[in-house]
């Protein structure tokens, strides 16, 4: 027989499915895939993370919030959790799912995350993961968000990505010194990993607001 707890866990999943379908399905431009990350890509994505040197972490486009959990179980107790998606549905589903005083789920654009985090008084981010996928995205904007993204990275900061496409290796080419790639076949879909490190003082210099 069931327990409460696990019968309340089976209604958060499908809850949570409900909502990652539904957005899939109004754009799915902007929403990578309907199904969740595997435990083994999440695993394999986060394993280099230097977790007890990161105070603040950004999530772009959290979804169900598979990441976001994994995310919060390994970072600090003093340490913020920013995930931004566009969509209203998922942070509310984040935040009716994770209660966590560390999080902090924003429905906005990953282009405005230097506003997002200066109103909540955070200067900058230790580590950005995104699951945007830039294979969709215009290219405009695909740039616009990585110029944003390494705006309010910490000098010793890491961006992190999974993507189903390599689209993004270029613009983390042009933006880091230090940019590693693997693949996981392992998720549906199979997803190119990538996490760069070292920005790039000129590319920084450039990336001023039109």
């Avoid at 970072?75 to 913020?80: D, E, I, Q, R, V």
Wanted: hydrophobic residues 40%; proline residues 6%; charged residues 25%.
């Amino acid at each position: 027989m069931q327990t409460h707890s696990a019968k309340s866990e089976i209604a958060d999943q499908l809850r949570s499915f409900g909502v990652s379908l539904k957005e899939f399905l109004r754009d799915p431009s902007m929403v990578g895939s309907a199904f969740p990350a595997s435990r083994r890509m999440i695993d394999k994505m986060l394993a280099d993370v230097p977790w007890k040197e990161i105070d603040v972490f950004v999530e772009y486009g959290p979804g169900t919030g598979r990441f976001t959990e994994e995310a919060l179980r390994r970072l600090g107790p003093h340490a913020k959790l920013v995930a931004i998606d566009t969509s209203p549905d998922f942070t509310r589903n984040l935040e009716r799912q994770i209660r966590d005083r560390r999080l902090i789920a924003v429905a906005g654009s990953a282009q405005d995350v230097e506003n997002i985090l200066s109103l909540r008084g955070l200067d900058s981010a230790d580590c950005i993961l995104s699951g945007l996928p830039f294979s969709n995205v215009g290219r405009l904007e695909g740039r616009a968000i990585m110029d944003a993204s390494w705006s309010v990275l910490a000098t010793n900061g890491h961006f992190l990505a999974y993507q189903m496409r390599k689209a993004i290796r270029p613009l983390l080419d042009e933006r880091f010194h230090m940019v590693s790639e693997s693949f996981e076949w392992r998720n549906v879909p199979p997803c190119h990993l990538y996490m760069a490190s070292r920005p790039r003082h000129l590319a920084r210099r450039r990336a001023v607001p039109a």
